[in-house]
């Protein structure tokens, strides 16, 4: 199996196997100085970076980074517990910023969020920003070429839709269209942090400022200086937090928790709901007032049953990258099948269209997907009375689809006693396709 290629820059044998343990499916070349690590970098040409130190000694690895066409994402781990250390980092190019000691979780998390936020850029020409946003249909085209327009201004945007329609693509495509692309895109999914640490993430603290703050942290809107804090599932944030956020629009300055001074921050800011946020203002839990000045630009991204001619394009798309990263054999969709498609109401919108694209690529054995092929729950019309789900159905076990894969991988695996050529022969697949699903279950 080709491993992915990732840099360590680090004294610290501990750190070094720490990271080796973090990235199972990367081959992780180290150095023991910047000088040292930017001529493996040159070499190796990494898919991520990680590298101890402070911002002085750290210039040369942004430097060289800004001249390269397409350069890895940069993970920087450090000693001190400054928030101007931290600011700095950022500030220089770098897509994450932990602090010594780096717990497993914490470090595998921050790695697999800048994997998942940093795609490999394939070619070196200008792309489009929206190019990553699949589509065909004029309700579509409208939004991004609105988009477009309120890109290049400053003003706060407001991207509404359901879950699953692409709100963090627009997000991401606005701010790297806009004037600030050269300073960082900070996302925080406000509905994903606890209602008593929100505030502590988006502010910042200093230590002391509660039980556990035994340094200091910066928060989401210090580290988004001179770029873009874009605050997902906005309509979840709590009252406090809500009042809190309308002062550093008004004021452009925030107040780390335990700091007796305010500081000034220079940001744009981009939301994003998939709830009414009208009916959460009537009902008293969305300050109206806040709400005005989120809503200074307003997109709404149409759901997918209101646009079924995108579903061809983006079904395509995601089954050629699934023939690119584990050979897939399935290319194309027949005309009856992709009617059906049309007509399902989607109610995951995009992302229960890749889910489905996911289940076809291990179930579907042929080139061509046929009706028979699809799984029930697009099949079946969502309105009609089929009355109660057969036993013989898969779904009637009440797992998820990443859990049913996982069982069936298990399944295979023990009945060839643990031979992946074997099992992978009971699964109708290429071994590398084996080992890349046994990778990503962590089976071994």
Known sequence: MNLQKALLISKDPQLSRLVEAALPQFSVQSASTITEGLSCWSETSPLLVISEGTPPTLDPLFDYAKQLPSAPPVLVIGDHHSIKDAVDIMRAGAADYLTKPVSPADLQA????????????????????????????????????????????????????????????????????????????????????????????????????????????????????????????????????????????????????????????????????????LAHIKSGRFRLDLYYRLNVYQLRIPPLRERPEDIEPILLIFLERARKERGCRVKAITPSALSILRSHTWPGNVRELHNVVEWLTITCKEEVIQPHHLPSSVIAHPTADYGPEPKSSLLAFGLSFQEMEKKLLEEALHKASGNVSEASRLLKMTRNTLRYRMAKHHLS
């Not at 936020?117 to 929206?130: E, L, Y």
């Not at 790297?176 to 502590?200: W, Y």
């Not at 770029?227 to 937090?241: C, N, P, R, V, W």
Request: aromatic content about 4%; hydrophobic content about 40%; overall charge negative.
């Open 110 to 277: 921050a790695i697999s969020r800048i994997i998942r936020q940093s795609p490999p850029v394939t070619s070196t020409a200008p792309q489009d920003p929206f190019a990553a946003i699949v589509s065909i249909s004029p309700q579509m085209n409208l939004m991004k070429h609105l988009a477009r327009e309120v890109a290049v201004t400053d003003a706060t945007v407001l991207i509404t839709g359901e879950s699953g329609t692409g709100k963090e693509l627009f997000a991401e495509a606005i701010h790297t269209s806009s004037l600030r692309a050269r300073g960082p895109l900070v996302a925080l999914n406000c509905a994903g942090i606890p209602e008593q640490l929100l505030e502590a993430e988006l502010f910042g603290y200093e230590p002391g400022a509660f039980t556990d703050a035994k340094r200091a942290k910066p928060g989401r809107f210090q580290l988004a200086e001179g770029g873009t804090l874009f605050l997902d599932e906005i309509g979840e944030m709590s009252q406090t937090a809500q009042a809190k956020l309308l002062r550093v629009l008004e004021n452009r300055t925030v107040d780390p928790l335990g700091d007796t001074q305010s500081h000034k921050v220079n940001i744009r800011i981009l939301a994003a709901t998939n709830e009414d946020l």
